[in-house]
Structure formats: C-alpha cells, structure tokens
C-alpha cells in the first residue's frame, strides 16, 4: 500500500491519563507500547509523522518530531493545532495514542477523502470520532479563534469549516476495534484480552 504523500499522521499523547492512572500510550500491549502500534500504523500510510506531547523525554525514544504544546492546557484541540503547525504537508489524520487497534488500511482510506480545505470526521455509534480524524492546516485560523476565546470542543471547529462525515463502517469492517481507546484500567485489561485470546486458544495448555 503506497503511502499517501500529501497527508501526515499527527499523534496525541498529551493526555494526563487521570482516569488510568499511568501514562496510557506507554502500557505495554502483545509486547510493545501501545503508542508503538500506533506509530506503525501511521508510518506505513504517511511519509511524516509527528508526536504532540508535553513529556517528549517519554517518547524520545520514537525517532519522532516531538511538538509540545503552543497554547497549553487547551486538550486535544491545542495538539491539533500544534501539529498542523509543525507538519510541512497541506492536511493531516489526527488520532490519539491511546487506541491500540488502529488500522492502516482504515487511515488510507480516511486520508484519500476530501480537499485540502475539508475537514474528515468518522461517527461510530452516533458519535464523530474527531481523535481519528482528518484536518487541514487551512483550519488553522478557526482553531486559534477557537483557542484565543477558551473554546476547547473540537465540535465548534465543524461550525466553522467545511467538513465530510463519513460511518465508520465505511473506513473498516472491524470499526469496534479500530475506534476503541483506552481511558481507565478496565479497557486496558480488555485490549490486552483482545490480543491474547488467539494465544489461549492455539495453546489451550
């Protein structure tokens, strides 16, 4: 699958993890970090990735761009922002380093659809996936209104820019894997179920 060259891959791991109490994209999950998984998968769609942190020493060990932050403490919606800031190409797919089960078939898919002014945003259940999403840097301007007033939805930003909406089921067959994150200790044991039932069932002993 060739790479899609006028798209980058941005990943959010600014979270402060309260809910699990540890730093989520660095548990381990089938032997790896769970941001790992996700730094595969976006490096075999796009040619440039980039982490948005504010801890870059945890993640140095990537090899990748570390962006901190431009106007802290503005969550998910600052990252954007700092991302789309630091990346060299005209759009990006957005996605947090919490879901351990994202695809690179369902980011192709996702990076093929739109302009370089539309924003691209999946619903799964109901509800738009915006940390699994597809922004251009010509939102850049709405974004900082946004931030310059405290508006931290992410939801304000489609009010405001020309967006696709897309089901889910339309980017994967497996959209309750590839869509799932990992907030508290109980999803964590439920991806790490996920990955070792095979296991169990080839080694029955």
Not at 22 to 49: N, W
Not at 86 to 91: C, F, K, L, V
Not at 135 to 162: F, H, K, M, N, W
Request: net charge neutral; hydrophobic share 45%.
């Amino acid at each position: 699958m060739d790479r899609i060259p006028d798209v980058a891959g941005i990943i959010l791991a600014g979270g402060k993890s309260r809910r699990m109490g540890r730093e989520k994209p660095l548990l381990e999950l089938g032997g790896q970090p769970i941001i790992s998984r996700v730094v595969g998968a976006l490096k075999e769609a796009f040619a440039e990735v980039v982490v948005v942190t504010n801890k870059p020493a945890a993640y140095d060990w990537l090899g990748l761009p570390m962006i901190r932050d431009v106007i802290p403490d503005m969550g998910p919606l600052g990252g954007i922002h700092a991302g789309l800031l630091a990346i060299t190409r005209p759009r990006a797919v957005v996605v947090a380093a919490d879901m351990p089960f994202i695809e690179t078939r369902a980011l192709h898919r996702l990076a093929s659809l739109g302009d370089h002014h539309q924003m691209v945003i999946p619903y799964w259940r109901g509800y738009p996936e915006h940390l699994h999403a597809l922004y251009p840097r010509t939102c850049l301007p709405q974004i900082e209104a946004c931030l310059e007033a405290g508006e931290r939805r992410i939801a304000v930003l489609t009010e405001q820019v020309p967006h696709l909406t897309i089901p889910a089921e339309k980017l994967t067959p497996f959209p309750h894997e590839v869509f799932f994150n990992m907030n508290t200790l109980e999803d964590y044991y439920r991806a790490k179920a996920r990955l070792e039932a095979p296991l169990k069932k080839a080694n029955p002993e």
